[in-house]
């Protein structure tokens, strides 16, 4: 989403091309503080002459780890899942390309160094991407949902566990326990897309995103 910003030194030039993207204009108009944390690491970055990686690094690093959870964890029904639906793609293409690629995306606490997802991943991923975040954004500070735990939601939650570990035997403990599992990229990989593609696969949209949420929110 940051590519194209580079050749601006001005910081308000800078400003306008970051509000061009979705992600960005949600933050601005819903949530300014985290706003103003990106934009002025993104300005600063550029005014500095940093690499552009190196500010993207810094930028999902915030995004991802602080911002992305809080967020998911409050988001309606169809704004989850339409942005777990961008995820599950992207980590299908990138699993295609490397296991590793696609574990240090669902998992970048692990990565040995940061990835270059412009370049990994086409243009519709990163941009549809980028809009169901957005949607979540947008979602959260208009009509936030709760994540708490239920006997339906537990029963979801449950049946979807024992589809995936009939195919994966193994799931369960890499889902449970990643850290353990770190060497092994194949593993992380599988058993994430195995296990979201069940939640999202509840066939109501209520019921897989109160599942969603409850996973998210523990």
Known sequence: GLSGVTQWRDAHKIESQLLAIPLYSALAQYDQQNYARLRDILVSGIQKGRPLI?????IRAIVVGQLIGAYLKKAPDEDL??????QL???KHLAKLSPQHCADFAFPQFAN???DLQRLL?????????????????????????YG????????FDAAVLRVTRAYPWALDVVRSPAHHKDDP?????ATIALFSEVLAIPSSNRSGAVLRYMLGE
């Open 89 to 91: 793609a992207e980590m």
């Open 122 to 146: 086409p243009k519709s991923l990163l941009t549809e991407d980028m809009e169901a975040l957005a949607a979540v954004i947008k979602g959260v500070a208009t009509n936030p949902q709760g």
């Open 149 to 156: 735990l239920s006997p339906k939601i537990q029963k979801d």
């Open 113 to 115: 160094s940061a990835q």
């Open 186 to 190: 194949d593993s992380l990989c599988t």
């Open 81 to 86: 899942i339409r942005y777990w639906h961008s």
């Open 54 to 58: 190196e500010i993207q690094t810094d």
